[in-house]
């Protein structure tokens, strides 16, 4: 039985004001499906990572993953891709980890890679040559690629350890998809390019290939959209596994996590998001966003066309609509 809280009367004036309220869950992700498969051909499939471009477009996933562990789910949520910049948030929260053990690392993290959108795209080497090898963002490919600098000093497998967490996480066996690995191993000219730079200006400090490596191999993990909905509940949990109890973080860097998400999750589109979905973000190219409602639940949408900003079309349509009708927005 859906329940609908009164809204206060001011609210009737307001130009959004649904009267009805918020729908359920259930209904939400039905409908916002249904509106978001009208899309699912708008866009282009990324098709600079040869694997990716043979994906079947009109594949389409949707899943609002609860706290208590309910899920909703509409189209083909079981279907595994390669979770892509999806990896960065986790990149992020082993480094806070880390971080976390020691004190001054946060700071001295803080110090190689910023927290502002960049307004650039997410692979851009003209940035960083103006600000010295110091990226904007950890969720833009140069930011990645430090956090993962980061990650070599205290583990010695990142891409193990990040497919530990995330199996931990989704209660399942999680692991790479080798096509995707071996594509990007013999390609990634961006990333052979920002690396070296990087490590020109000194903000790079372990071997430029093993940097690479890392990174690489965080792009290329495999999960699908049930799974990439329900491992990220604990930032939308202030820090702490629903499933388990375990804290993965603690939670003023869990809120770090979601800042940096909302601010610059989405490539150049950032604004747009927090505009017309209002939820912390972080998308991949191979078609998956993921949203966090902090306190309720985490979303994934999947659907491979991109846009030019280098997000899914209709996940970006599916977060929208069911974030209005359900009312999910943290503002
Ligand atoms: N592996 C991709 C790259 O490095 C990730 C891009 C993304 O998903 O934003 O270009």
Redesign the pocket.
């Known amino acids: 039985m859906p329940t609908t809280t009164p809204g206060h009367p001011a609210d009737a004036h307001r130009p959004d004001h649904d009267p009805s309220g918020p729908l359920a869950l259930p209904e939400g992700v039905a409908t916002a499906a249904q509106v978001a498969r009208a899309a699912e051909h708008d866009g282009k499939v990324a098709d600079y990572?040869a694997p990716l471009a043979e994906v079947d477009p009109s594949r389409f996933a949707l899943v609002a993953s609860e706290l208590d562990g309910t899920e909703h789910l509409d189209g083909d949520v079981d279907e595994a891709f390669a979770i892509?910049?999806v990896s960065k948030v986790y990149s992020l929260v082993l480094a806070l980890q880390a971080a976390d053990a020691g004190s001054g690392v946060e700071e001295e993290l803080w110090c190689r890679v910023g927290r502002e959108p960049s307004g650039d795209p997410?692979?851009s080497l003209v940035q960083l040559e103006h600000e010295h090898g110091i990226p904007r963002n950890p969720m833009i490919?140069a930011g990645a690629l430090v956090l993962d600098d980061v990650l070599l000093d205290p583990l010695d497998d990142p891409v193990a350890a990040t497919c530990e967490l995330l199996s931990e996480l989704c209660g399942e066996e999680i692991g790479l998809d080798e096509r995707i690995l071996r594509a990007?191993q013999s390609t990634?000219h961006?990333?052979r390019s920002l690396a070296p730079l990087m490590a020109d200006f000194g903000n790079l400090r372990n071997d430029v290939e093993a940097v690479l490596d890392s990174y690489?191999g965080a792009?290329a993990i495999s999960m699908s959209s049930r799974q990439l909905a329900r491992a990220p509940r604990f930032l939308a949990n202030g820090g702490v596994d629903p499933s388990t109890g375990r804290r993965v973080l603690a939670a003023p860097l869990a809120r770090r996590v979601a800042a940096v998400m909302l601010t610059c999750g989405t490539?150049d589109a950032a604004g747009e998001f927090a505009f017309s979905v209002g939820l912390p973000c972080k998308s991949?190219?191979a078609g998956s966003i993921v949203a966090l409602a902090p306190d309720r639940l985490v979303v994934c949408a999947w659907s491979p066309p991109l846009d030019a900003a280098?997000n899914s079309v209709a996940a970006r349509i599916a977060l929208h609509e069911l974030a209005e009708r359900c009312g999910l927005s943290v503002f």
Request: with cysteine; glycine share 12%.
């Open positions: 990572i892509q910049s997410f692979n490919n990007e990634s961006r990333n690489i792009c490539y991949g190219v280098g």
